[in-house]
């Protein structure tokens, strides 16, 4: 089974309303996890590593305001999309390193559809 | 800066036959790993296949083996006896070992298998 869960896997919206998406290790802690987010036909593209007890790294031009994440506990990541506009639509996923093996967990992804 | 270069967008190969994916990477670090996932229509990330720099020998799991070239920085993927289900996107990923647990996609090559 998976050891890391995503949820919601899709969410409808309004414009200007606030989105929180969750990111869970099932079996195993982390301290860092990553958020990405993939437009259609194109690779995925990290946001930013979300790290425990502290503030969360964002990769350049990924706006902090914008998309928040909370990693509250070692199991748990959040993101918080505020505000959602249609141009936030699209794919989101999380992934975190279990140990020192060189395997990185993937949740199923989170599809977000502005309107 | 590390970058992953895939130069297929797409490929075809028919059923049962051995297609090889490919993937060049750039880094001026020692110690990193290499990493293939496959995303299907679901969008979900599958982890494939992980080699380290320092491994002596090509990686393998099942039908899937990685082709590591350390002088030629390349890590192409190999599927034998391609099958219906292979269809999807291939993505080459790489690690830098001695930082963050953080992944470097590539652009992805997208895969159909032809009964």
């Known amino acids: 089974g998976a050891v890391v869960s995503q949820h919601p896997s899709w969410v409808i919206c309004k414009s200007g309303t606030s989105v929180k998406i969750e990111c869970r290790s099932l079996d195993f802690q982390a301290t860092t996890m990553f958020w990405y987010r993939q437009f259609p036909k194109q690779s995925l593209m990290l946001m930013a590593t979300?790290?425990?007890?502290?503030?969360?790294?964002?990769e350049q031009g990924v706006e902090k305001d914008k998309f928040l994440i909370n990693h509250a506990s070692l199991t748990l990541s959040t993101l918080t999309v505020t505000s959602a506009h249609p141009e936030d639509s699209s794919f989101y996923i999380c992934s975190a390193p279990r140990d020192n093996t060189g395997e990185l967990f993937f949740g199923e992804g989170s599809r977000l559809t502005v309107l | 800066a590390q970058k992953i270069t895939q130069t297929q967008p797409g490929m075809f190969v028919q059923e049962k036959e051995a297609v090889t994916l490919d993937c060049t990477y750039d880094?001026?670090?020692?110690?990193?790993?290499l990493f293939w996932y496959k995303q299907p229509s679901s969008g979900e990330m599958i982890f494939l296949i992980y080699?380290?720099?320092?491994?002596?020998q090509n990686a393998t799991e099942g039908r899937y083996s990685l082709n590591f070239q350390k002088a030629r920085k390349s890590a192409n993927l190999v599927i034998s006896a391609s099958q219906l289900g292979d269809s999807a996107m291939y993505f080459c990923?790489?690690?830098?070992?001695?930082?963050?647990?953080?992944?470097?996609f590539g652009k992805g090559t997208k895969l159909t298998v032809n009964p």
């Open positions: 990923a790489m690690v830098n070992r001695g930082g963050s647990e953080k992944l470097v």
């Open positions: 080699q380290g720099s320092y491994d002596e």
């Open positions: 880094t001026s670090d020692q110690s990193y790993g």
């Open positions: 979300s790290n425990e007890g502290s503030k969360a790294t964002y």
